[in-house]
């Protein structure tokens, strides 16, 4: 029998600029992205039909192009005006010159795009508080009056403060904490919420409830700010009601003396300190309002989506601590809050305490520091009571339950996981369970991390949006999560942020003092990340919209550098959180801060000059590639010798000097290389970089032909490591590489989070080389595969939902046979690159692919171990290492405790030089002779 033809294609997941939900957008030329559906291999798009529809359905004017184009294509028809709805369909001619069918519909509607569209104003109630202190929401409410024939409503609101409205005691949508965080003063973003089924004939009630949030509420590095933005909360509302007939009737927030506010249960709401919720008192004491005044045109609809509730996890163990508390366990460090049920008398107390890991049987509540983390529930007395706080997030995994009337039951309690409700795009696996372990705690780091700007944490007093946690994880975070509407929204804020000079806060919203002091990779970011999300989205337009950021941010650091090219003055956050760093000083890393600095001002140099290029603007891309060239010039000649050393031997500056292509030639290159290598062996494959050298040292050492060191650095389950906070039970990223001493104590620092994605910046490594799977030109218009599998590992896979579709990659090592598949999606294409003896990279097309290479099992290190053999050499020999530490533990105990901190020049001492400086060194060192003598002699198949 012939085979069945294969579907036609088919057009889908058809979308308005980055929106998932697009009501309220703000963009009134909103470009369009689709993909394709097919099985038909090698498929290209050759031309596309736009066709424009109303908001009925009807088609008004249709667009057509031969193109290829499918992904942010230009808006072809007349601009949309505030309130317009539109819908768009499209279909495709392949290159084999078929037409696709039309796409389902998908409509749009804006939002107010305009000042002149508000008529309402801010109203806040009409008494004083003392902003300096916790106050009780607000409540506000009007009622009105409508009559029959309403065709569609719309409510438009944002508030100074968070809020949460109601119509007629219905919420009018799910977004927990708008309207999120911005630079309000400069950016405030306002909600449309579609209301028509909420309104009834007759006599409706719009209610809002307003808390401190972030506005007014505490802020800062100790949460030592307070009403950094006002002293006064506030509610915007503007309520449009269309009916049938074509009428409208407005209701706004005004000073119309219909409005009342009230305070009520809520009597205490802190991001920090937590909720306290009083279930007694009713809003009773009715008072007026008073207009607060404001600027419309800050008003901004949002560009990515907003916080929700994500996801509920049950208790995984109830248990009673040493003190005899009781304390929850959920098994998974979150963030979020405790949603309970609840029996009890009136005026009983529930108290629930939050706290990420657990000390000697209690919560550890040290690393939260002066945030209390903190919520209280007095019950009203009688049926059964519900109770979630509203205003207030903790990062835990553990929660201490005081006060519960009678016993507790744990199906009486969940914990509801809050972030900004991005769509999952990446996925990883392989055959090593600790290394996925770690994969999964990056993704819950990012969870916890990404509630409406990227936090450095979620948990003590602090959760800024610091720009260097962003600069290094962004694409880490591109590759999880659709993160372009998101991260496109806090770059608003950060140029919004940028001094006139053109100085980057490290912390974006800007809210403490000092932030605006320039310093390398955290400043970085306002280039960095633009560029990444043009990398994974295919989007100019950030690059457009960020431009005058970016190059304000190089003319600023340009200034800084003078002449010299070099920046070498001022403070640097450096290589933060170097293992080896000084005690209480994690800025003081083995790889200086003008390093790190000047080799920053160039990447970012490029980075401008490469985006000037890409959108016509040619004299600004010879002018900054010059720049760029300059300063690497300068970098080589001040901080690398002629054979390729860096001046300062430490693996971040040889992984910033290699990544960033600060080196001259290409035998420096392979020097820098090898001497990284040889550095990562003499500490014994155990990490000796921060937050900068971090994401960078795998791709140094495999792109220089130390695959072998990057995966055994990788897969290091001793601290410092990656792999080390999984074997203690982590189920997020760490700040510290030992935040959780191998004690089960918490490090005593002060500065100790158990999620904090930066680190996890090695899940990018995981994805692009591990499995293989990277974009070749943006947007993944053409992926690169190019698996390379090492370090034990006998499978790994990933998978992306990329801009033109799903693309995957797996493989699987049998014997020397490595079995590869991969999946490329239509109107994309693949440059292909093998390991092993495979051949020069190839190009494929669409559709699925197979292939087998033969890969010889890499030779093991041969000759016998003598005195002379160097301890960097024994960590290359299964076991060796394990018989010099255990020998030298029993001839000199003491060298315990520093047998599992990284020393980099240990690696070239000899056996024979190591003996010298041990007690009984003689003794120790026929003792070693003797035992090697017997590894030797059994050969490798017995070690």
């Known amino acids: 029998m012939p085979e069945a033809p294969l579907p036609a294609p088919a057009v889908a997941r058809l979308r308005f600029e980055h929106h998932r939900e697009p009501l309220g957008i703000g963009e009134s030329r909103p470009r369009l992205s689709w993909t394709t559906r097919t099985e038909l291999p090698g498929w290209r798009q050759a031309a596309y039909e736009i066709q424009r529809l109303a908001a009925q359905g009807d088609v008004v004017a249709t667009a057509e192009a031969e193109s290829d184009e499918s992904v942010l294509v230009a808006w072809p028809f007349d601009a949309l005006g505030s309130r317009e709805r539109v819908g768009v369909r499209v279909r495709v001619r392949g290159a084999d010159g078929a037409w ?45 009056t409508i009559r029959p024939g309403v065709a569609a409503a719309r409510l438009y609101a944002t508030a100074h403060g968070v809020y949460e409205a109601e119509l007629n005691g219905s919420p009018v ?32 009630n719009l209610t809002a409830l307003l808390a401190d949030g972030w506005y007014r509420g505490r802020l800062g590095f100790t949460g030592d700010k307070r009403a950094v933005y006002g002293d006064r909360l506030a509610w915007l509302a503007q309520l449009e009601i269309r009916y049938t007939d074509g009428t409208t009737d407005t209701v706004t927030t005004d000073a119309d003396g219909r409005w009342q506010a009230a305070q009520g249960p809520i009597r205490r709401s802190s991001l920090y300190d937590g909720e306290t919720h009083d279930a007694r008192v009713e809003p009773t004491d009715w008072r007026g309002v008073r207009v607060e005044e404001s600027d419309p045109a800050t008003l901004v609809a949002p560009v990515g989506p907003p916080v929700r509730r994500i996801e509920e996890l049950a208790p995984m163990a109830v248990t009673t601590s040493p003190s005899g508390r009781t304390i929850v366990d959920f098994g998974q460090n979150l963030v979020g809050r405790l949603r309970l049920t609840v029996t009890g008398e009136a005026g009983q107390e529930v108290v629930l305490r939050h706290a990420e890991v657990l000390e000697d049987g209690e919560l550890a509540c040290a690393p939260l520091r002066s945030a209390q983390a903190t919520d209280r529930y007095i019950l009203r007395g009688g049926a059964a009571e519900t109770f979630e706080p509203r205003f207030t997030f903790h990062g835990f995994r553990y929660a201490e339950i005081t006060g519960w009337p009678g016993e507790l039951n744990p199906d009486d309690l969940r914990a509801v996981v809050i972030h900004s409700d991005l769509e999952r795009t990446g996925t990883f696996e392989s055959s090593d369970e600790l290394l996925d372990r770690l994969h999964q705690n990056v993704v819950w780091g990012m969870r916890g991390n990404f509630l409406d700007v990227p936090t450095d944490c979620p948990q003590r007093d602090e959760r800024l949006g610091w720009t260097g946690d962003i600069q290094v994880f962004a694409p880490t975070a591109a590759y999880l999560y659709d993160s372009a509407g998101f991260l496109t929204s806090w770059l608003a804020d950060l140029a919004a942020d940028q001094g006139e000079t053109g100085g980057v806060p490290f912390v974006v919203p800007k809210c403490v003092d000092g932030a605006d002091t320039p310093t390398a990779a955290w400043g970085d970011a306002a ?47 450096g290589d933060w959180l170097d293992p080896n760093a000084p005690a209480g000083r994690p800025d003081q890393a083995r790889t200086p801060g003008e390093i790190v600095a000047t080799a920053y001002f160039a990447r970012s140099a490029e980075i401008v000059a490469r985006s000037a ?143 904090h994605y930066a680190l996890g910046a090695v899940a990018d490594w995981l994805h692009r080389t591990v499995a293989g799977l990277a974009p070749a ?99 290359d020999r299964p076991g060796a290492m394990e018989i010099f530490t255990d020998t030298l533990i029993r001839y000199f105990p003491e060298a315990a405790a520093y047998i599992d901190q990284s020393d980099t020049e240990s690696g070239e001492t000899t056996i024979r030089d190591a003996a010298a400086m041990v007690p009984g060194g003689p003794e120790f060192l026929l003792d070693l002779e003797e035992q090697y003598a017997a590894f030797n002699a059994a050969g490798p198949s017995k070690n």
């Open 100 to 144: 696709s069918g039309w796409s389902e519909p998908a409509f749009a509607e804006t939002g107010l795009l305009h000042p002149g569209d508000w008529q309402a104003r801010f109203v806040s109630a009409d008494w004083d508080e003392d902003a300096q202190q916790d106050q009780p929401a607000t409540h506000l409410r009007r009622r009105f």
């Open 527 to 573: 280039t960095v990340v633009p560029w990444v999300l043009h990398r994974a989205y295919g989007d100019l337009g950030v690059l457009a919209a960020q431009f005058e950021s970016m190059r304000g941010w190089v003319d600023h650091v340009a200034s800084l550098a003078g002449e010299s090219r070099l920046w070498d003055s001022g403070f640097q956050f």
């Open 613 to 755: 290029r890409l959108l016509g603007r040619e004299a600004d891309a010879v002018r900054y590639g010059a720049l760029a060239a300059e300063v690497r010039q300068a970098f080589a000649s001040e901080y690398v010798t002629g054979a390729g050393r860096m001046m300062a031997d430490a693996p971040t500056a040889y992984a910033l000097a290699l990544q960033f292509a600060l080196l001259p030639d290409q035998a420096q290159r392979a020097h820098a290389g090898k001497r990284l290598a040889g550095l990562v062996r003499a500490g014994g494959y155990r990490i000796s970089t921060g937050f900068v050298g971090t994401p960078l040292i795998c791709d140094a050492l495999a792109e220089t032909g130390h695959l072998d060191a990057a995966y055994r650095l990788l897969l290091q389950t001793e601290q410092p490591s990656w792999l080390y906070p999984v074997t203690q039970g982590a189920t997020t990223i760490w700040e510290r590489w030992d935040s959780l001493l191998p004690d089960g104590t918490v490090n005593p620092s002060g500065m100790t989070s158990f999620n």
């Open 777 to 875: 030109e943006p947007g993944y218009r053409k992926l690169r595969l190019a698996p390379r599998p090492g370090g034990g590992l006998t499978r790994a896979q990933a998978a992306l939902l990329t801009p033109y579709g799903r693309a995957e990659i797996a493989w699987r090592l049998d014997g020397e046979e490595l079995h590869i598949t991969a999946l490329v999606p239509p109107n994309a294409t693949a440059v292909v690159d093998l390991p092993g003896p495979a051949g020069s990279p190839f190009d494929v097309t669409a559709g699925h692919h197979t292939w087998t290479v033969h890969l010889p099992t890499p030779a093991q290190p041969s000759g016998p171990i003598t005195l002379d053999t160097t301890l960097g050499e024994l960590m």
């Open 173 to 204: 949508g799910d977004h927990v904490l708008a309207p999120g965080w911005t630079t309000y003063g400069k950016r405030l973003r306002y909600q449309t919420y579609d209301v028509t089924d909420l309104l009834r004939v007759g006599g409706n």
